[in-house]
């Protein structure tokens, strides 16, 4: 097909829908809208893992970001009822400036990227490290260590989030009596 | 080449069909049931003892006024039932339905797909079948709706949890592997899973309740306190598809089910009778008997799911979330250390 393979092809389609669909995230007024487009988004980088044969990686990515943080996102967004014409009004000398430093950080980004054709980029489809086999036993022989520290972290993040999110101990136990 | 996309695409197509078909014949068999519980006759006048009912009940849906709130957001009120559709129905790619047959030298995979990673493939579509619901409830700008829509999502998300530890648990017990097929065939040569997972099982059937939004934990659409739930504003076949999508993950539900945790396309004997039948490997009749004893074990799950609807009352809302994170949680953890244990001492774990 015009000199492509199938990979190739569906390498073009998913970047496309990729950025059109992280464009939309920002362009859209509804913040409803705009989280589901961001939905779609992640479903098209796990299609790019899935490409590059990481597909332990692919299918985390679907359940950790699209399954559980955006919908907390569109819990909230949906509890806060925020519409369209909710949405403040910038000024547009905020607006300008705020054009102008996204321009800079693009052309920061393009001129990073202008040397990266010299870079050997080793082919990626037939790694064979995404297989949750060999990612598990990597995992839990040469990069040990970091994975503890990772699930230490993780796990203080989590009883910091209760500690927060747990009110006063007064009102509770006044709460518990009468139910 | 054309050989493998016509294979596939026959598959997409007959799973897809079997899956609505069942549950068209759940929703008649769900009132049989209820009918046979409450020693009523239930629905006997479409066909032969209300055979055709499921046609009649699809055709009243269609033919009835359609009604889109003017004060809804419109392109998501319509994605809402849709969105839940689908998730509904692509759980069903991975699961192993019939065993492999041979036709002209090839074997061909009963399955749609045979994915390295498909117990996390069905635990990630799990959790994406939230947004259809809260979608369509946030969607219908009624606050019945949103209250129903907050209720069943984070009645998934909370249930989510054991059901996956419970299936981690699964899988270091059958071996290892995420490949449901894998964990079939593996169910062949020895017990069917439930055997040495009876905690893990019962976990999981009761996360796979919560999960299917069925009685006892149908507080999404309690009707005492929330009219109709997240549903409260659709009508037609907008309704008729929250309702049937609910008879899909039923079936599924009980697919997987039969499939993780007793054996599957398996049963006891199964080779001798194979061998007394003359039966080789790949013959179209070892998968259609297969079938038959997969489709029986699904039966039986669905008529379990029925009887405890129409036995249990409902939940309240905050006894659901202490059953889900003060009871299966911890037990499921429990489980799993349990699980490590007997299988270190059976010599199926290193270290």
Aim: glycine share 10%; proline share 3%.
């Amino acid at each position: 097909m015009l000199g492509y393979t199938i990979t190739q092809w569906l390498f073009g389609i998913l970047s496309f829908l990729a950025i059109m669909f992280a464009l939309m995230v920002v362009f859209t007024r509804n913040p409803v809208n705009s989280v589901l487009y961001l939905v779609l988004t992640f479903f098209c980088i796990a299609g790019h893992y899935l490409l590059l044969n990481a597909q332990f990686l692919a299918v985390v990515h679907i359940v950790v970001y699209a399954g559980a943080i955006m919908v907390l996102f569109l819990f909230i967004i949906m509890l806060m009822n925020l519409n369209a014409d909710t949405e403040p009004r910038k000024h547009i000398g905020t607006r300008f400036i705020a054009g102008m430093v996204g321009g800079i950080l693009l052309f920061v980004m393009v001129g990073a990227l202008r040397g990266a054709e010299q870079l050997q980029l080793v082919q990626g489809g037939a790694s064979q490290i995404g297989l949750v086999k060999n990612l598990g036993k990597v995992l839990f022989s040469e990069f040990l260590f970091p994975f503890e520290i990772a699930s230490i972290l993780l796990l203080a993040a989590l009883v910091g989030a209760i500690m927060i999110g747990k009110r006063d101990t007064n009102i509770n136990s006044k709460e518990n009596t009468n139910s | 080449m054309t050989a493998f996309i016509i294979y596939k695409a026959i598959m997409c197509v007959g799973v897809f069909l079997l899956c609505l078909g069942a549950a068209a014949y759940a929703t008649l068999w769900e009132r049989k049931f209820a009918a046979f519980l409450q020693d009523r006759k239930g629905p006997s006048r479409a066909g032969w003892g209300g055979i055709f009912q499921p046609l009649a009940d699809g055709v009243k849906m269609f033919m009835k006024e359609e009604i889109i709130p003017n004060v809804s957001n419109r392109s998501l009120f319509i994605l809402g039932p849709c969105l839940f559709m689908i998730t509904a129905v692509i759980t069903s790619a991975v699961v192993p339905w019939a065993k492999p047959v041979m036709i002209n030298g090839h074997m061909y995979d009963m399955q749609i797909t045979d994915i390295n990673i498909g117990v996390i493939y069905l635990l990630g579509v799990a959790s994406i079948g939230v947004y259809g619901i809260m979608i369509g409830g946030w969607a219908s700008n009624n606050k019945f709706a949103l209250l129903g829509a907050v209720r069943a999502s984070s009645q998934m998300i909370s249930y989510e949890i054991p059901m996956g530890i419970a299936l981690i648990a699964l899988i270091i017990s059958s071996g290892g592997s995420l490949s449901l097929k894998e964990i079939v065939e593996q169910q062949d040569a020895g017990f069917a899973n439930f055997v040495w997972q009876p905690l893990g099982f019962l976990i999981f059937f009761i996360c796979a309740l919560a999960e299917t939004n069925r009685a006892p934990f149908d507080l999404p659409e309690c009707e005492t306190e929330l009219v109709g739930g997240y549903h409260t504003e659709y009508s037609s076949m907008k309704l008729g598809l929250f309702l049937f999508a609910e008879y899909i993950n039923m079936f599924i539900s009980s697919a997987v089910i039969a499939t993780m945790y007793f054996g599957g396309y398996n049963f006891p004997f199964a080779h001798e009778l194979y061998e007394k039948l003359g039966l080789a490997d790949g013959s179209v009749w070892i998968s259609l008997i297969g079938f038959g004893v997969l489709m029986a074990k699904i039966f039986g799950f669905v008529c379990l799911f029925m009887w405890i609807r129409w036995t249990l009352p409902r939940f309240r809302y905050d006894q659901l979330m202490n059953l889900g994170w003060k009871t299966l949680l911890p037990l499921s953890l429990f489980n799993l250390l349990l699980t490590i244990v007997i299988e270190y001492f059976r010599g199926n774990i290193h270290f």
